[in-house]
């Protein structure tokens, strides 16, 4: 059975015209876009019949950007911070397992990846400063 890729790609979720775009992800609009993360790797999982993203890990990482937005409190704030990097690192390996499955396909390839920069550029624009 053919995967269709609309939907492997999640092409009708809001967060996929995020993907493109060249400015990060407004601070808005990071938990439409973790939400997004989320979604295509459980099409990719669906379609594939198996189980590859960490457990928890959409929910750690929703929860660490909601902390180091919305809490200043170095007791709460710190912890999130330094666990951001490791989730996105897990969240990156991830993507990059998925695109071992499209070796023939450069745009889903390229897609793959993509997703998961623009998850580390949210980190580095929002929270490390990084103003690229």
């Known amino acids: 059975m053919p995967v269709p890729v609309p939907d492997l790609l999640q092409m009708t979720h809001p967060g996929y015209a995020l993907v493109e775009r060249e400015s990060p992800v407004s601070e808005y609009n990071i ?3 973790l939400d997004f993360c989320r979604c ?3 099409r990719f999982e669906h379609y594939g019949e198996l189980e590859i993203t960490p457990p928890d890990l959409f929910k750690l990482l ?5 902390t180091v937005f919305e809490d200043d409190n170095p007791v ?3 912890p999130a911070y330094h666990l ?14 998925m695109t071992s499955a499209f070796q023939d396909s450069p745009r889903i ?7 998961a920069q623009k998850l580390r550029q949210c980190f580095e624009h929002h929270i490390q400063g990084d103003n690229t």
Do not use: C, D, G
């Not at 989730?87 to 990156?92: D, K, N, T």
């Open 62 to 66: 929703a929860k660490s950007f909601q």
């Open 31 to 33: 938990p439409i876009y």
């Open 76 to 78: 709460t704030f710190f």
């Open 84 to 97: 951001i990097p490791r989730l996105l690192e897990e969240f990156e390996l991830t993507m990059e397992n």
């Open 109 to 115: 390839i390229l897609f793959y990846r993509k997703v």
């Open 40 to 42: 295509v790797t459980m």
